[in-house]
């Protein structure tokens, strides 16, 4: 074991089944070395569809399963490796899952990545049945610990879930041609609810990864994330998302959607310390830089409705390319340089997967202004969001396929 305390807290209870290989050591690793070659063969699927070179031989709205596939496809695979890593953290007793355990999760994710070929007619259901059931087994793992905590520390996050989860189930419903709310539209709604998570998943990170830079550069400054910015954060988007639901033209949805911009903003302001100035330094950057997006986005969304641009669709994508893959690749690396048992030091390959996402954000919301230039802009945005994943497999591999560089378990 290790001396580093808050190792030897995390590993306690690390189980005495013998683990194959180091891959299947922690719950992050396997997901993380699947999901960007996953990423890398969705998006240039769907990139081919969007641009007309792939054809669509499936039923059902192909825009919906492509909303689908990018938040609950990748979303819950990151779900999953987040509390699988978390939990046994933050809840000291928790039993992490290795191993062959380990494999039934990832194999369980997998057969609803394939499960989609079958997405036609009575095929929804079974789509519905085998997705549902990885989100249950998720819930169902972490909800003991969290949401029975009696101190409730984390359980909100368990309860956005729980709602995604919800969501979900309602969106095979209406993929299947039961009721008559539209499939996008709960997507919307799924959406405001993984800004949510991501908001609510920032705190935590912020707290660990902020601190572990001050520590590693000697400082005495301790970052705290002050609870009230990101609960207001939270409180100002589901407003958004509840009142876009209802009332998708309604001016007041304007207001609600450069307050929850607002809101976001407001959390930088964690980032000013008494003695320590982070905010350019790298790895707080890159988290400022993904509430900065994200309130761009909703500040985008209610500039559309107050001025009527139009431009709804492509302003969409500053959360869905932008929000949600610069969370995506901050958290990669965040715990996968942390929990290997590595100092979270700045590298040059980690500012080029930010780059990357900045300018496939960038790329695919300009298809609003420049609309004859779709099939361009959108092949860029497609390979630049690819390139972000596939860098950082690249780095990392070796990483998520090797023992700790600290010698201990998982």
Known sequence: MSNHPSAAKHYAYYP??????????????????????????????WGGVFSGVVPWVFSGNFVAWHGYELLYGIGMAGIAAFV??????????????????LMIWVGLWLAGRVSLLFAFGAGVWLVGIINLAFSVLVLGWAFKPVVLDPLQ??????????????????????????????????????????????????????MEAINETLSHEKSDDVFVAKSYRYNLAVFCITLFTVVEFFMPTHTVLGWLG????????????DFRLEYTRIIFKPIPFYLALTCAVTALGYGALGADVMWGLGMASSLR?????????????????????????????????MRGCMGLVVVSTLARTAIAVYP????????????????????YFANTHRMLKSPRADGILG
């Open 16 to 45: 005495d089944d013998a683990v194959a290989a180091p891959w299947m050591a922690y719950g992050f690793r396997p997901f993380f070395l699947i999901l960007p070659w996953y990423v890398a063969v969705m998006m240039l699927f």
């Open 317 to 349: 994508h500053v959360l869905t390319t932008g929000a949600f893959g610069l969370a995506f690749i901050v958290a990669l690396i965040v715990i996968t340089t942390i929990h290997t048992g590595r100092a979270l030091v700045p590298k040059a390959w």
């Open 258 to 269: 450069l307050g929850a911009g607002a809101a976001l903003l407001g959390i930088i302001n």
């Open 153 to 206: 520390r984390h359980a909100s996050i368990a309860y956005t879930i729980v709602a995604l989860s919800a969501l979900q189930a309602w969106f095979f419903v209406a993929m299947a041609g039961v009721g008559s709310v539209a499939p996008l539209s709960i997507l919307k709604l799924s959406l405001g609810g993984f800004m949510v998570l991501i908001v609510l998943a920032l705190r935590r990170i912020n």
């Open 84 to 101: 699988l890593t978390g939990v046994p953290e933050l809840f000291p007793g928790v039993v992490p899952v290795v191993g062959r355990k």
């Open 372 to 391: 004859h230039y779709f099939n361009t802009l959108n092949t860029l945005a497609v390979l630049a969001w690819v390139g972000a994943f596939l860098l």
